[in-house]
């Protein structure tokens, strides 16, 4: 009943930007918490940052300065901009959100995975 798509990943040089979008689609009531992952090749997922249905943003120390978490809510859509890229942040990024949706006219609520997006950097 839900979707989570990641777009926006690429390859850039380093020093580069990009921005991740992260869009719900579906029988979406509202969304909690959003989250960005990556995922590196031989390493383990870790997250990148967070933000809360109020704004409230967290990031990994990695990245701090670097990327900025936000979100539209009246879309229904996350974005990580992604700036001063460097090679380490190469990886598949993916989004997690927690959702309250509709099911035959009862709200339910569950965690959703995007399909990941690749996002390499070099030159």
């Known amino acids: 009943q839900v979707q989570l798509v990641e777009s926006g990943g690429g390859l850039v040089q380093p020093g580069g930007s990009l921005r991740l979008s992260c869009a719900a689609s579906?029988?979406?009531?509202?969304?909690?918490?959003m989250e960005w992952y990556r995922q590196a090749p031989g390493k383990q997922r870790e997250l990148v940052a967070s933000?809360?249905?109020?704004?409230?943003?967290n990031y990994a120390d990695s990245v701090k300065g670097r990327f900025t978490i936000s979100r539209d809510n009246a879309k229904n859509t996350g974005y990580l901009q992604m700036n001063s890229l460097k090679p380490e942040d190469t990886a598949v990024y993916y989004c997690?959100?927690?959702?309250?949706?509709?099911?035959?006219?009862?709200?339910?609520?569950?965690?959703?995975w995007g399909q990941g997006t690749q996002v390499t950097v070099s030159s």
């Open positions: 933000i809360t249905s109020a704004g409230s943003r």
């Open positions: 997690n959100a927690l959702i309250k949706y509709t099911d035959n006219s009862r709200r339910r609520t569950s965690m959703y």
């Open positions: 579906g029988s979406v009531f509202s969304i909690y918490d």
